[in-house]
């Protein structure tokens, strides 16, 4: 469980407590539902991890909801967006073992992190992972309730594969920018775990390069 669960909850167990000695105990129930609530929210359960050569995982839990190619500092990427809604798992981890080159955080609005122009125009943190032979980008934007971005992690420091570094608060998205050039492993409606579900398998050769590679080296034998 993240700590920030007992931020919220205690107050209100300690309300509900107060509530419930001074009045009728039940006008606490509902602060008790909320404490349950938080206890719930900010649940960080354990993942396997893959441990495949070039697999990307989801950086989060929730639904995939738009895989399309955009243009990023003036090279073609791939970008894989996921929804988090209010009932995921809200812990974000890293797609790829590797050193964070850069975090950027963007102030702005709080669309509906459903729509297309949150990507853009919402209050966000960008961070750039190198590593594996790749450059990875991934963004933890904020939604209509998120209001608060949290990433634990500094510039130079390492992480492996599917490492906890941070969360959203209350519903949000992230978009993964990936080589346009990587295997995918999803599809637009399909739900991802974080640290489990792989994206994508990057530094992929194309089927002829890879078969002309393995003729030639049978002619060299």
Same mark, same amino acid.
């Given at each position: 469980?993240?700590?920030?669960?007992?931020?919220?909850?205690?107050?209100?167990?300690?309300?509900?407590?107060?509530?419930?000695?001074?009045?009728?105990?039940?006008?606490?129930?509902?602060?008790?539902?909320?404490?349950?609530?938080?206890?719930?929210?900010?649940?960080?359960?354990?993942?396997?991890?893959?441990?495949?050569?070039?697999?990307?995982?989801?950086?989060?839990?929730?639904?995939?909801?738009?895989?399309?190619?955009?243009?990023?500092?003036?090279?073609?990427?791939?970008?894989?967006?996921?929804?988090?809604?209010?009932?995921?798992?809200?812990?974000?981890?890293?797609?790829?073992?590797?050193?964070?080159?850069?975090?950027?955080?963007?102030?702005?609005?709080?669309?509906?992190?459903?729509?297309?122009?949150?990507?853009?125009?919402?209050?966000?943190?960008?961070?750039?992972?190198?590593?594996?032979?790749?450059?990875?980008?991934?963004?933890?934007?904020?939604?209509?309730?998120?209001?608060?971005?949290?990433?634990?992690?500094?510039?130079?420091?390492?992480?492996?594969?599917?490492?906890?570094?941070?969360?959203? =608060?209350? $519903?949000? @998205? #992230?978009?993964?920018?990936?080589?346009?050039? %990587?295997? &995918?492993? !999803? =599809?637009? $409606?399909? @739900? #991802?775990?974080?640290?489990?579900?792989?994206? %994508?398998? &990057?530094? !992929?050769?194309?089927?002829?390069?890879?078969?002309?590679?393995?003729?030639?080296?049978?002619?060299?034998?």
């Amino acid at each position: 469980m993240v700590r920030d669960a007992y931020y919220y909850a205690l107050p209100l167990l300690a309300a509900m407590a107060l509530i419930g000695w001074l009045a009728n105990p039940l006008w606490a129930l509902p602060l008790l539902l909320l404490a349950g609530f938080f206890f719930w929210f900010f649940r960080d359960p354990d993942r396997l991890v893959p441990g495949e050569a070039c697999a990307l995982v989801s950086p989060a839990d929730g639904k995939v909801t738009d895989i399309s190619p955009v243009m990023s500092n003036g090279a073609a990427r791939l970008r894989i967006s996921i929804f988090l809604n209010v009932f995921d798992v809200h812990v974000n981890r890293s797609p790829i073992g590797g050193i964070i080159r850069e975090i950027q955080y963007q102030r702005g609005k709080f669309i509906n992190a459903m729509n297309a122009a949150s990507a853009e125009q919402n209050e966000q943190n960008v961070v750039t992972v190198e590593g594996e032979g790749q450059t990875i980008v991934f963004k933890q934007i904020a939604g209509l309730l998120a209001r608060r971005i949290v990433f634990n992690k500094r510039v130079g420091d390492r992480v492996e594969r599917g490492e906890r570094v941070g969360l959203i =608060k209350f $519903g949000s @998205r #992230v978009d993964v920018l990936l080589d346009a050039s %990587a295997a &995918l492993e !999803v =599809k637009v $409606g399909e @739900r #991802v775990k974080g640290g489990s579900s792989v994206l %994508a398998y &990057l530094n !992929v050769a194309p089927p002829v390069a890879a078969e002309s590679a393995g003729q030639a080296q049978r002619g060299v034998l």
